[in-house]
Nanobody, 130 residues
Framework: DVQLVESGGGSVQVGGSLRLSCVAS????????MGWFRQIPDKEREGVAD???????TYADSLKGRFTISQDNAKNTLYLQMNSLKPEDAAMYYC?????????????????????????WGQGTQVTVS
């Protein structure tokens, strides 16, 4: 089974930056649609960004320009660069992998039900912004 392990979370000041990493246990990065999601307590998990096997990316509309998803196939690692962080970015961040191609229909990573396409999830890494 594929395992995903996130790291890089922590506490940062408003306006600061963090880079999250997600390492896969087997050759997954570049072969799967990979995504980042986040969840605040008592709220639904929401899509942040995804990257498909062809390298195409999508982002949640509210995060475009501040967050960047990327991957290093040789290191089997997915990244999320987060800049100009705001208090509302504080959340548990999860990486996930899907055997399906990334959804490029209406809503993309924010589409209702898109998360069920992702069958493999990491344990999450906490981001705090204050």
């Amino acid at each position: 089974d594929v395992q995903l392990v996130e790291s890089g979370g922590g506490s940062v000041q408003v306006g600061g930056s963090l880079r999250l990493s997600c390492v896969a246990s087997v050759d997954t990065i570049g072969r799967y649609c990979m995504g980042w999601f986040r969840q605040i307590p008592d709220k639904e998990r929401e899509g942040v960004a995804d990257i498909d096997t062809d390298g195409s990316t999508t982002y949640a509309d509210s995060l475009k320009g501040r967050f960047t998803i990327s991957q290093d196939n040789a290191k089997n690692t997915l990244y999320l660069q987060m800049n100009s962080l705001k208090p509302e970015d504080a959340a548990m961040y999860y990486c996930a992998g899907s055997e399906h191609r990334c959804w490029r229909g209406s809503g993309a990573i924010e589409a209702y039900g898109v998360q069920v396409r992702f069958g493999t999830w990491g344990q999450g890494t906490q981001v705090t912004v204050s």
